[in-house]
């Protein structure tokens, strides 16, 4: 079983649409989530990170809730520009000597117009 | 203030011949971290590096595969005897601290295509 979970879609959404990603992950441990969004042969760029207590950025909302060890993303009003793939990604620290990132595999999310 | 640099940002070699990668952190980084996305699969920690110091190379496969951080320079992910099997995108990222979510900031990449 992979330690993140994601769907790997693609998600084809009209513009304007609202669309939701959702992640699991295994190890408890995990201390430290973000979103990362990745465009066609590019490198990963950080999105937002990712708080139990939940955190909006624009349209973009995401969640974490611990007892489940679930990530989620909203993407509202959906834009062209919103395609990408969309990378579910938790860090583990062991006493601060290393801070690796855990990727999904990501979920593709395409745009129509 | 200049971004990760990596390059080559295309390299081609044949079986059997070496491919060295290289990765400049940004401007006050000292943490370094390779990772490496196959064809269809997402992206796995290989190896992270302080100056000087290999850190956590638990991602990194046990033989051909090296790297390093000098005192001086840019880091440097060697491949010896590359097989197909390696052929995939390496990215390099890089760090001001090791903290708890703390930030990565990603290089271009390097796509390497192994004949």
């Known amino acids: 079983r992979k330690e993140v979970e994601q769907d790997p879609g693609p998600f084809n959404v009209p513009e304007g649409a609202t669309v939701a990603f959702n992640c699991t992950y295994s190890n408890s441990a995990s201390q430290s989530f973000f979103w990362y969004r990745q465009d066609c042969r590019k490198e990963p760029k950080l999105l937002m990170s990712v708080y139990s207590s939940g955190n909006e950025d624009g349209r973009f909302t995401a969640q974490l809730n611990r007892a489940s060890q679930y990530i989620s993303l909203l993407i509202r009003d959906s834009k062209l520009s919103d395609s990408a793939t969309y990378l579910c990604?938790?860090?583990?620290?062991?006493?601060?000597?290393?801070?690796?990132?855990?990727f999904g595999t990501g979920t593709l999310l395409a745009v129509q117009p | 203030n200049a971004g990760v640099m990596q390059n080559p940002r295309h390299l081609v070699r044949r079986r059997g011949q070496e491919a060295r990668l290289r990765c400049s952190p940004m401007k006050g980084h000292s943490h370094v971290y390779w990772y490496r996305q196959l064809p269809e699969e997402g992206l796995k920690f290989m190896v992270y590096?302080?100056?000087?110091?290999?850190?956590?190379e638990s991602g990194m496969p046990k033989e051909r595969f090296s790297a390093e951080f000098p005192k001086e320079g840019p880091s440097i992910l060697r491949i010896q005897q590359v097989v197909r099997g390696d052929s995939a995108a390496y990215f390099c990222?890089?760090?001001?601290?090791?903290?708890?979510?703390?930030?990565?900031?990603f290089g271009p990449g390097t796509r390497l295509t192994v004949l």
């Open positions: 590096l302080q100056k000087e110091n290999i850190i956590d």
């Open positions: 990222a890089s760090s001001p601290l090791v903290v708890p979510g703390g930030e990565q900031f």
């Open positions: 990604v938790v860090t583990r620290s062991y006493g601060g000597a290393t801070n690796k990132l855990i």
